[in-house]
């Protein structure tokens, strides 16, 4: 019978994954993996062949996590993927810092053009399941995202450098709303449309 392995692939990345969420990617050595397991770091050489290899899965475990973020609902029954999705990205950025950092700040190739791919097509397809976004036409779904990801994550950012005094929820969506004037809607091409305001609106009623 084969010797069971003392740790598997899944167990090392999540040690990893913990490690890179709690103190940092400056942190993160095999050493310190194998301190966390209590073991030498040949286990984990067994499973990853070098820290490249381990980056390139906790990018993807990065990714994952803030598109759970941006999936939660913060607004029960609200059609509005602007404010569950940008709330998602803000929170993430709030109670994330380190992994935040991480993918956008410290190493520019931690994320591969392909996992920013996958981001962007996840959040599109997220997009497409609210009102009025289903009835995009082609392209047009990219170019309102484009514009809520570069103004979400101008926000994000201040946060994560501890620019912004009140990240409180009721703050974030303040901000949210802050642009909604300027940000515009391309399903009816009007700079104040409704669909922008109706989550707000939702939760005013």
Not at 2 to 24: C, H, S, V
Not at 30 to 57: G, W
Not at 58 to 77: C, H, N, P, T, V
Request: glycine letters at 4%; one cysteine or more.
């Amino acid at each position: 019978m084969p010797r069971k392995e003392k740790y598997t692939k899944n167990e090392i990345l999540d040690i990893a994954f913990q490690l890179l969420r709690t103190e940092g990617q400056s942190n993160l050595t095999v050493r310190s993996i194998a301190s966390k397991l209590q073991t030498t770091v040949i286990p984990i050489y067994s499973k990853f062949e070098n820290m490249d290899t381990l980056n390139k899965a906790l990018a993807w475990k990065s990714a994952d996590l803030l598109i759970e973020y941006q999936q939660r609902d913060y607004y029960e029954g609200s059609i509005n993927y602007w404010v569950n999705s940008g709330m998602g990205y803000l929170i993430f950025a709030r109670e994330e810092k380190n992994l935040f950092r991480q993918m956008f700040f410290n190493n520019f190739d931690f994320l591969s053009k392909e996992i920013l791919d996958y981001i962007l097509a996840r959040n599109i397809e997220m997009m497409k399941q609210r009102l009025p976004f289903k009835h995009f036409e082609q392209d047009e779904d990219k170019i309102f995202l484009q514009k809520h990801w570069f103004y979400v994550h101008g926000i994000a950012s201040l946060i994560v450098v501890d620019a912004i005094n009140d990240v409180s929820n009721d703050e974030l969506l303040r901000l949210l709303y802050l642009n909604e004037n300027h940000l515009g809607c391309t399903h009816c091409h009007h700079e104040k449309c409704n669909h922008l305001k109706k989550g707000k609106d939702e939760q005013n009623e």
